[in-house]
């Protein structure tokens, strides 16, 4: 998730006007078939035309039946998360124990969760793992103002950053009764002096006579999730590669969102015995077909 920040300000721009562009041209096809038509076969594409208006009208009326449903189950599994938390972070004794513990609660439940799913596990990095340890939980929320959903991770004190809880938040709006994300932020993480985990110092040996020369540049990370890829709202142009490197990057992001909120969070317990790794779509719900229609807008981040 590095790279767009090494961009200009212009350069970044253009990424919004290609997208547009690349719309642009599809909706002039669609008239380009409509145009070539016969007459009679125009008039029977307008009758499919209303039966698909017709069918628009019932998915969003399912859309925003199954988002109350949704919410009504959020609530139901919400004294059941609380629990395992409490269990996990070693507040909550499970009933039954006698022998005298080393260790409270599960350690590095969370860890070994995310990195059992194969998609997160290439977000997790070694310099990653020790940080990791010190997570206690993860939730997420619906948010009605502006839509969208947030994450939040829970750390117990560390050597690493300040901050008790990490948050990542994704604004979506609607278009064509479809969610859209309209952008994602994340919490500035308070690095202690020395262990930000998203730079290294590179040190470049000189002259005997100078001191080394010591260099910061970005690298790989989990953290970087909380710093997502950005698009600016400007007229500036960019080349088609480069939008199509943000597009990727920004569907990468929604894609580690989605298995956090579908599967990890949800199913924790089962990815950290791993046997949820037995079946790729353990975990996956109807929540996952919504995500199929989610695409990136071009507007600001």
């Excluded at 698909?52 to 998360?81: I, N, V």
């Excluded at 994300?181 to 110092?201: M, R, Y």
């Excluded at 949820?276 to 996956?284: C, I, L, P, T």
Aim: a negative charge.
């Amino acid at each position: 998730m590095n790279g767009i920040e090494e961009l200009s300000s212009e350069e970044k721009a253009e990424i919004v006007e290609t997208l547009k562009n690349k719309l642009q041209a599809l909706a002039e096809q669609n008239v380009d078939v409509l145009e070539s038509l016969t007459p009679t076969v125009r008039k029977r594409v307008d009758v499919l035309m209303e039966i698909q208006s017709q069918h628009d009208e019932l998915e969003a009326k399912f859309f925003e039946e199954r988002a109350a449903l949704e919410a009504k189950y959020q609530k139901l599994y919400g004294p059941l998360y609380s629990k395992r938390s409490e269990i996990v972070s070693g507040v909550l004794e499970v009933e039954g124990e006698t022998e005298e513990r080393e260790e409270k609660g599960v350690p590095d439940f969370w860890l070994n969760a995310m990195k059992n799913n194969e998609i997160l596990a290439e977000e997790i990095h070694e310099s990653d793992e020790e940080a990791l340890k010190y997570l206690k939980d993860i939730k997420w929320c619906r948010i009605d103002d502006p839509k969208g959903f947030k994450f939040e991770f829970f750390f117990d004190t560390n050597p690493f950053f300040k901050n008790k809880v990490l948050t990542k938040t994704y604004h979506m709006i609607d278009e064509d009764d479809e969610p859209i994300l309209e952008k994602a932020i994340g919490t500035e993480i308070e690095w202690h002096p020395g262990n930000c985990l998203t730079q290294e110092v590179l040190i470049k040996e000189s002259s005997e006579s100078t001191k080394p020369i010591t260099k910061t540049e970005e690298c790989e990370s989990f953290f970087n999730f909380f710093s997502p890829p950005q698009v600016p709202d400007d007229n500036a142009k960019i080349d088609e590669n480069t939008a199509e490197q943000l597009q990727n990057q920004m569907e990468r992001d929604y894609e580690i969102a989605s298995t956090l909120r579908d599967k990890i969070i949800p199913h924790a317990v089962s990815w950290f015995t791993g046997e949820a790794v037995q079946d790729k779509d353990y975990g996956a719900s109807w929540v996952d077909d919504e995500d199929d229609d989610d695409e990136y807008s071009d507007e600001e981040a």
